[in-house]
């Protein structure tokens, strides 16, 4: 079926990007089930049921191209227990990587979107609590939840970059692998996605010649 391989080319195209950015930690076959029964796309909750591999599409993302197709290989890649920083690094891994725009932010800015979202949640550590595979919109609407973890994952990972950065994944231990408590961490993202305080930035930033 030609709509079926097109979309198997792609997604060796999309595997190919995590691969090279975060290493070969998962090389076997990635099973793709793409069915109009399913709501969302899924790869972490399978992996935490023993289905490390597998991934769910919705067939209308599929057609739509607009299926978070990198996003849910991150996972199969780089699966965690914290539902907060698992699905941070897919979304922002998504947002710098993919081919095309996906929920939640469909290619606009995620440090802006979190800006804008950021009075509604007065603190992270109640989403950095939430385990696989329970769901973050336990905890706010599940929108803004992935908008800020995508951020905040990609802050720390602009901040102190990709080795610093798996090393803490591994552990979630802030203040050991990564100098600094949740709360201070926090603070210094919050600040750092501020809209003056973007935008000063970007006028102190010397022109290029």
């Known amino acids: 079926m030609p709509e079926a391989q097109a979309y198997c080319r792609y997604a060796v195209e999309e595997r190919g990007k995590v691969e090279k950015f975060w290493g070969t930690t998962w090389t076997d076959l990635v099973r793709i089930a793409v069915s109009p029964r399913y709501e969302i796309s899924k790869a972490l909750t399978l992996a935490h049921a023993g289905r490390r591999g597998c991934m769910e599409m919705p067939l209308r993302r599929m057609r739509e191209n607009s299926g978070g197709l990198l996003h ?11 539902r907060f920083l698992a699905e941070g690094l897919a979304v922002h891994l998504h947002s710098k990587l993919a081919g095309n725009p996906a929920p939640p932010n469909f290619g606009e800015d995620l440090h802006e979107l979190a800006a804008r979202r950021l009075p509604d949640m007065a603190s992270l550590a109640a989403l950095n609590k939430v385990r ?19 951020s905040f994952v990609g802050y720390l990972m602009e901040r102190y970059g990709l080795d610093d950065f798996r090393k803490f994944y591994e552990t979630e231990n802030y203040q ?18 501020a809209p003056g305080f973007r935008d000063a930035q970007r006028t102190a930033m010397p022109l290029k010649s």
């Open 132 to 150: 696989t595979p329970r769901r973050l919109n336990t905890i706010t609407d599940a929108r803004t939840a992935y908008i800020l973890a995508g």
């Open 72 to 82: 849910e290989f991150v996972h199969i890649y780089a699966p965690s227990d914290n």
């Open 176 to 193: 050991r692998d990564l100098g600094k408590p949740l709360e201070a961490l926090e603070a210094a993202w919050r600040l750092s996605i």
